[in-house]
């Protein structure tokens, strides 16, 4: 006799696959979505060897240089560092910067003579002639062209590099905190509705507890119970928002389990985990897939808005909501731009991910037609 149940077939055949990309690649929001968010996440991942500023956090400061226009050039004068640190190797650049072996001061004019290059540091015009000050030429690397393609904050800080490196804060933030949801949403949802009774009953009286207080107070209450910090701002994100995954999988699974696949593995006699994590879940995994792209837009919004609260990620980690705490009382003036360009970085990527995710919703659902 042959064993009907040797080899399973897969549960999403390949042409339900083919389909449901042919349906996405036909929705111009979700493509376009989809290409802006793989973008900014290059970006957010190259990090350090992309940004104009290599330093740690792109906190390389000059005071002398604060709000400055964007386009903004100057000259730039790099001193060499006594006892300069070792070269690091690109892996640890892109991921946590690096330390020049160079001091840059910016200067408004310099001439060399023999083995001497003489420099007057850089001042605004009209401010008055700064003193001249000399230094060996073996000391220094000639004087560079810098573009601060997007001005310079109040502290003198290239302003591209804070809002490449404050990607990365918004996307770990979105990405870590929905796994943390799925990892608790979907292991409760799936027992709630595979074992229902008391256990049902006990885990959506839970669920009812947690969607009663609102999530950005509860997010709040969470980050002082931990901390503030870059770590805890994942955490207090994650434990909020696992409630809309649990209520999702525990009707998909309360459906799935009167399946007669799933009668078909309790006659063979398999285990309710493997049941439930081999046969059920695979076919949950569409609308996961959709409320998770909602709950990472979701995490973004609540991440800056702890920032920009003071209860996030701190200082010198850059943070497009720390970004517009900074700076938003420059919106009255000649400075605006320095609070509305992380607002528009947050609203454009909030914006992909919730178009993505109805597309993804509309490709995935198979009982629609064209």
């Known amino acids: 006799m042959i064993n009907l149940f040797k080899k399973r077939p897969?549960?999403?055949?390949?042409?339900l696959?083919?389909?449901?990309?042919?349906?996405?690649?036909?929705?111009?929001?979700?493509i376009g979505s989809l290409i802006f968010i793989l973008l900014v996440c290059i970006a957010a991942i190259l990090g350090y060897l992309i940004t104009p500023d290599k330093s740690p956090y792109a906190n390389q400061q000059f005071l002398e240089l604060g709000l400055k226009k964007p386009g903004f050039k100057v000259d730039m004068l790099y001193i060499m560092k006594p006892g300069s640190p070792p070269r690091s190797n690109w892996l640890v650049t892109m991921l946590k910067g690096e330390q020049s072996m160079y001091t840059p001061v910016p200067v408004s004019?310099?001439?060399?003579?023999?083995?001497?290059?003489?420099?007057?540091?850089?001042?605004?015009?009209?401010?008055g002639i700064s003193a001249e000050s000399k230094i060996p030429l073996k000391q220094v690397r000639l004087p560079e062209s810098k573009t601060f393609w997007l001005g310079t904050d109040r502290f003198g800080r290239d302003y591209l590099s804070e809002l490449i490196i404050g990607a990365r804060v918004s996307l770990s933030v979105g990405l870590i905190s929905v796994f943390i949801s799925l990892l608790i949403g979907v292991t409760l949802g799936s027992i709630?509705?595979?074992?229902?009774?008391?256990?049902?009953?006990?885990?959506?009286w839970f669920?009812?507890?947690?969607?009663?207080?609102?999530t950005l107070l509860l997010v709040i209450a969470i980050s002082f119970a931990l901390g503030k910090g870059f770590w805890q701002v994942f955490i207090a994100v994650g434990?909020?928002?696992?409630?809309?995954?649990?209520?999702m999988v525990r009707g998909q699974v309360m459906s799935l389990r009167e399946k007669e696949f799933v009668e078909a593995g309790h006659a063979l006699g398999f285990s309710d985990?493997?049941?439930?994590?081999?046969?059920?879940?695979?076919?949950?995994?569409?609308?996961?897939?959709?409320?998770?792209a909602a709950n990472f837009a979701s995490a973004i919004l609540l991440e800056a808005g702890l920032s920009f609260l003071g209860l996030g990620v701190q200082p010198p980690v850059p943070s497009w909501?720390?970004?517009?705490?900074?700076?938003?009382?420059?919106?009255?003036?000649d400075y605006a731009y320095l609070a509305i360009l992380p607002g528009v970085a947050i609203m454009l990527l909030v914006l992909a991910f919730m178009l993505m995710g109805n597309s993804l919703r509309d490709a995935l659902d198979v009982r629609t037609r064209e």
Not at 110 to 120: E, G, H, N, Q
Not at 207 to 214: L, R
Not at 275 to 286: D, T
Request: glycine content about 6%; overall charge positive; proline content about 7%.
């Open 10 to 15: 897969p549960l999403i055949s390949a042409s």
């Open 17 to 30: 696959t083919r389909l449901a990309w042919v349906r996405f690649r036909s929705e111009p929001l979700g």
């Open 109 to 127: 004019s310099f001439s060399i003579s023999r083995d001497t290059l003489y420099f007057k540091p850089w001042s605004e015009p009209g401010a």
């Open 192 to 204: 709630a509705g595979y074992y229902r009774g008391w256990a049902d009953n006990l885990i959506m």
């Open 207 to 214: 669920i009812n507890v947690v969607w009663s207080i609102p």
């Open 239 to 247: 434990l909020t928002m696992w409630v809309d995954v649990a209520r």
């Open 273 to 292: 985990s493997r049941i439930i994590i081999k046969h059920i879940l695979p076919n949950v995994m569409a609308p996961v897939i959709v409320i998770s």
């Open 321 to 333: 909501g720390s970004m517009i705490k900074e700076n938003y009382g420059y919106i009255i003036l």
